[in-house]
């Protein structure tokens, strides 16, 4: 779509959602009481086949939304690319469906991004709802070492001083006063300026997950940096948008991540296809993935929703 300056605005903030008709409604209400300042702004919300009633919601209670509405879910990377072709905004700020934006998070943003030209990205400080810290956004590139000592790793709450696990999760910095420089960012809330966005093709279509390393790592190649914002901070829900998930879905997760791990790790470092690294990294997350499809296998399955903010879900959403 051709835009012109008389209508830019400074941010288009684009939620992809599916089937999350009560957490998209609250969020879509947390932007627009949001203390914006001067900071000019849209909201695009790209909806991925939702059968909950989630774009008649839309329609009625928020007409002025812009809406894409996909006939099936076409994916995290997709979605976000296909909102960002229609976004006015100087600033592409990319949304989970289940996020509350709290204050004046999203000018702090702004401004801050208008004065340093040399950052392509920035991030907010994620939040549980009880306001603690979920270190999901702001971390050094996923290493072998992330996998022992990732966020929510037995041994990173046994040893949550751990030097490996404040180097992965850059715990040290969450309450610094300014923004610092991070490795990469979630997509569950993550502001993109618009040029660097598209010269490194935007969202990884390829990719489900680690498709947020993949665009800033692309970033950083092309010469730009990415920072996380500590005094921007937003509600992260974090996978309750998505619903209750059966066994077989969890599982097919599970494979999906390692899959992408490894692509991951190979891509990062540039492993060939005969490169012993390749092979014994793909060993490592396989026997990882065994080990936890098997204690998948063991647990329950979830009980029935008791809320319709999990009604509708059974695939699990697609914001991840």
Same mark, same amino acid.
């Given at each position: 779509?051709?835009w012109?300056?008389?209508?830019?605005?400074?941010?288009?903030?684009?939620?992809?959602?599916?089937?999350?008709?009560?957490?998209?409604?609250?969020?879509?209400?947390?932007?627009?009481?949001a203390?914006?300042?001067?900071?000019t &702004?849209?909201?695009?919300v790209?909806?991925?086949?939702?059968?909950?009633?989630?774009?008649?919601?839309?329609?009625?209670?928020?007409?002025?939304?812009?809406?894409?509405?996909?006939?099936?879910?076409?994916?995290?990377?997709?979605?976000?690319?296909?909102?960002?072709?229609?976004?006015?905004?100087?600033y592409?700020?990319?949304?989970?469906?289940?996020?509350?934006?709290?204050?004046?998070?999203?000018?702090?943003?702004?401004? &801050?991004?208008?004065?340093?030209?040399?950052?392509?990205?920035?991030?907010?400080?994620? $939040?549980?709802?009880?306001?603690t810290?979920?270190?999901?956004?702001?971390?050094?590139?996923?290493?072998? &070492?992330?996998? !022992?000592?990732?966020?929510?790793?037995?041994?990173?709450? $046994?040893?949550?001083?751990? #030097?490996? @696990?404040?180097?992965?999760?850059?715990?040290?910095?969450?309450?610094?006063?300014?923004?610092?420089?991070?490795?990469?960012?979630?997509?569950?809330?993550?502001?993109?300026?618009?040029?660097?966005?598209?010269?490194?093709?935007? $969202?990884?279509?390829?990719?489900y997950?680690?498709?947020?390393q993949?665009?800033?790592?692309?970033?950083?190649?092309?010469?730009?940096?990415?920072?996380?914002?500590?005094q921007?901070? !937003?509600?992260?829900?974090?996978?309750?948008?998505?619903?209750?998930r059966?066994?077989?879905?969890? !599982?097919?997760h !599970?494979?999906?991540?390692?899959?992408?791990?490894?692509?991951?790790?190979?891509?990062?470092?540039g492993?060939?296809?005969?490169?012993?690294?390749?092979w014994?990294?793909?060993?490592?997350? @396989?026997?990882?993935?065994?080990?936890?499809?098997?204690?998948? #296998?063991?647990?329950?399955?979830?009980?029935?929703?008791?809320?319709?903010?999990?009604?509708?879900?059974?695939?699990?959403?697609?914001?991840?």
């Open positions: 779509m051709e012109g300056l008389e209508q830019q605005v400074d941010v288009s903030a684009i939620v992809i959602s599916l089937n999350s008709r009560r957490y998209l409604g609250d969020c879509i209400r947390s932007l627009k009481t203390a914006w300042r001067s900071v &702004w849209e909201i695009i790209v909806d991925n086949g939702s059968t909950d009633g989630s774009l008649e919601v839309l329609a009625k209670e928020h007409p002025d939304v812009r809406v894409i509405a996909n006939p099936s879910n076409l994916g995290y990377c997709k979605a976000g690319n296909q909102g960002a072709e229609i976004a006015r905004g100087r592409l700020l990319h949304l989970n469906d289940d996020i509350l934006i709290l204050d004046d998070a999203l000018p702090k943003l702004v401004e &801050w991004m208008d004065r340093n030209p040399g950052a392509a990205m920035i991030g907010s400080r994620l $939040l549980n709802l009880d306001r810290d979920q270190f999901s956004s702001g971390r050094s590139f996923t290493t072998p &070492w992330a996998a !022992i000592f990732g966020r929510k790793s037995v041994l990173t709450r $046994l040893f949550p001083n751990s #030097s490996f @696990a404040r180097g992965y999760l850059l715990s040290d910095k969450i309450d610094s006063a300014a923004p610092y420089e991070v490795d990469w960012l979630s997509a569950a809330a993550m502001m993109t300026r618009r040029e660097p966005y598209w010269k490194v093709g935007g $969202l990884a279509e390829d990719f997950y680690f498709h947020e993949v665009i800033c790592k692309r970033l950083q190649e092309a010469g730009f940096k990415n920072y996380l914002h500590p921007a901070r !937003i509600v992260h829900y974090e996978g309750a948008g998505s619903g209750v059966t066994r077989k879905v969890r !599982i097919r !599970i494979q999906g991540f390692h899959r992408a791990a490894h692509r991951w790790y190979c891509m990062h470092h492993l060939g296809p005969m490169h012993p690294l390749r014994a990294s793909a060993a490592m997350l @396989a026997a990882r993935a065994g080990a936890l499809m098997l204690l998948e #296998s063991l647990r329950p399955e979830p009980p029935k929703p008791k809320s319709d903010y999990d009604l509708g879900r059974p695939e699990g959403g697609v914001a991840l």
